[in-house]
């Protein structure tokens, strides 16, 4: 069966407010000694999976700032991947960028390593709002990255935008997406700000220097969003995800769908037959561990249970929904025995909650409010 593959790379010029991925400040002697150790670890992957079917149905590279990635390591460490691995020529392929490390000659190199899908993280072309974030880019970088990516003849790009920013009006939100709208992406990714414990953020809010906006606010937000992006011919295909019809993320379907994934690089994840492993979220434990000759990997034993609550959450967040019969051939127990009968039956009376030719899925309304349904539902 084939695979997604993900890398994590882990370096950043900055470390925005916001952000928990794991990431280091960028360094050029570590991140040669990064790529080394990512060379074994992709070499000792390819050997534990041998005896199986080796086909990469989708890569993609996040972090951290890969776009910031010495290109010439990065193309090596592709080298060997695609001698290990089964990789075809028209695998989807993508890589977050941020816009300020973006250059027409960068692009170039990766659309030659076989990327088709830069995703750039443009999150608001507020500068105020930038700065909240602690963002390195201005809006200029944003819209010059995205002329890059259609000089270059990309079919296919995405953009990431964020909504709940401390001081981020509707009216804010309405015009980035005219904006974004105008450059016509293929795929946008509309996400809400999320409060991490231990960031920069989280202590500013604290302390009463940033003041979020109430939930009413936010969803006020994401429902005008919804409405501009469904008016502009974008299709909701996920919560936070919006593409026009044909364009939608596989690599990430290949994640709600509960499909095999294989993690490459500090803290990344990985489902393979079945089974569960977390990489070391630390750079210098990850590679000691790759010098050492071993995979710096723990498999994740928590069990079916955080399995089931995880496959309602992500299925119930799609437009599609959780496919009843593969919920029951993986966990071996009908959808229903998982769901809280009574939220059931009055989520179903009051349409929020639909089934659907052999699926259970979120009506329109319902995914806007996913996150409160499935609570209620795993009660
Ligand atoms: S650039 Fe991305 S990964 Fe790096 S700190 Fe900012 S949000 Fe996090």
Redesign the pocket.
Known sequence: MSFGLYLHFPF?R???S??D?Y?ELYDKNLEGQFYDALLCETELLAARYADSDREISSIFIG???PSISNLTLMGEWLDLLRSQFDVGDDIEFSIEC?PESVTLEKLEILKGFGVNRPVF?IQSFKPKLLSVLD?RHEPHHSQQAVYYANVLGFKNFGVDLIFGLPGQMERMLATDLDEIISIAPPHISLYQLTVEPGTKLAADVASGRLRLSDNDYNFALYKGGCDQMAEAGYERYEVSSFARPGFECRHNIGYWDGSDYLGLGPSAHSFMQGRRYANHSDLRGYMKALEAGELPQIEDDSGDEARVTEAIMLGLRTSWGINRERFNERFGVPLENRLNRKQYDLLIGSGHLIPDKGRLRLSDDGLCLADEITQRLLK
């Open positions: 950043c900055n470390k925005c916001y952000c991925f990431k972090g951290g700032t941020n993280g963002r």
